[in-house]
């Protein structure tokens, strides 16, 4: 497990989910301290959705909560691998929230900020939170 009390990252993993592809859709994030604390988290119902959508929406909603909170250095980490190649090649995010998506790189380009890749048994809160918002069906953090 790398050092994040190095870098002062603060961690965040994210996770969405949906029940079929279109289906309905939750996506969740948890924040952590670069001493492993918790800081805060989220989850939101996002009605139907696509499932690869739903996964760019929880990166989204991630930066959006770590812009409100003022952090300023990022590391996310997501399941998904077409989530970290858009960060480099901007055209592999979906037209339908390609807009949404270039207001936050704005927010990433003033930030120290790595993305990485992380196994489902590595988001395991994460997505206990996205699952939450099935219950629920609402946004809470």
Known sequence: MFDFNVLKFFDINTNGVARGSPGLAVCGGIF??????????????????IASIVEFYGCIRAIE?????GLT?????????LICAAFTVRTNVPWIIRNRWNIYLNYYGKIRFRISH???EGIACANTLAKLGFIHREQFH
Do not use: H, K, P
């Not at 952590?32 to 959705?49: K, T, V, W, Y």
């Not at 250095?73 to 691998?81: P, Q």
């Open 32 to 49: 952590c301290g670069n001493m492993r604390e918790f800081i805060g988290d989220f989850s939101a119902f996002l009605d139907i959705q």
């Open 65 to 69: 909560e770590a812009q409100e909170m």
């Open 73 to 81: 250095s990022l590391w996310v980490g997501c399941d998904f691998a």
């Open 118 to 120: 992380i196994f489902q």
